[in-house]
């Protein structure tokens, strides 16, 4: 049995990772409360760059198989934010609150809200290979939040072909739709692969 570190401590992102990923053989999953690893600095400018930071550095540090994912919000009326700074957007702490109150504040009078949510998932291996995988959902901000369940901006995120938002969807539904299923789905290839050839 390979073990692979899930490179987030981001509860919402562990459950969706978890249901993604389940039952593939010969891979258990870890997460950061039973490998503790180190805050990585996000420092990049864009997903891509930030997926292979946490990658990298958390694969250093503990020398397992890391899966690293960058996740955000692109609002093309607001010059693509929030970007890389979703998580940070309205200051630190985290405040998903927050962040959707400033998003619809920058809202406030603009007719076009096109949105999409991108995620960049970046599996680095001992020997120092890196595997990479984008997933991309569109959508629009709603006027108003609804919805419970998800994480970050999913109460203001309505996809396209959907009238709910993704707070107002199950994991398991969210789970077959989202940015974070493409990209994971497609690493989920990558790890199938590794296991067959014996590099994982
Ligand atoms: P990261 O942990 O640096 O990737 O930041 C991700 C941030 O983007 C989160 O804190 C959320 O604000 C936002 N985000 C990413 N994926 C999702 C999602 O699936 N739903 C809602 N918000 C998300």
Redesign the pocket.
């Known amino acids: 049995m390979s073990r692979v570190l899930l490179g987030?401590r981001?509860d919402?992102?562990i459950a969706?990772v978890q249901e993604l990923l389940a039952g593939l053989a010969g891979l258990e999953f870890l997460t950061s409360s039973q490998v503790p690893f180190s805050q990585v600095e996000?420092t990049g400018t864009t997903f891509l760059e930030?997926a292979l930071l946490k990658a990298r550095a958390i694969g250093e540090e503990t020398g397992l198989p890391v899966l690293a994912?960058?996740?955000?919000?692109e609002v093309p009326a607001l010059g693509g934010d929030p970007g890389v700074r979703?998580?940070r957007?309205a200051g630190e702490p985290?405040d998903?609150g927050k962040?959707n109150e400033l998003l619809l504040r920058r809202l406030a009078a603009v007719d076009d809200r096109r949105a999409r949510?991108v995620?960049v998932a970046a599996l680095r291996i001992p020997d120092g290979q890196i595997f990479v995988a984008t997933g991309v959902l569109c959508g629009r901000v709603a006027r108003v939040p609804s919805g419970a369940g998800?994480?970050?901006?999913?109460p203001l995120?309505v996809p396209n072909g959907e009238e709910r938002t993704?707070a107002e969807l199950s994991l398991h539904n969210?789970n077959q739709i989202?940015?974070?299923r493409r990209a994971i789905g497609r690493i989920r290839w990558v790890l199938e692969d590794l296991v067959s050839t014996g590099e994982l």
């Open positions: 987030t981001n919402g992102k969706e996000e930030n994912e960058d996740a955000g919000l979703s998580a957007y985290v998903y962040n949510f995620a998800g994480f970050g901006y999913d995120f993704l969210k989202s940015h974070r």
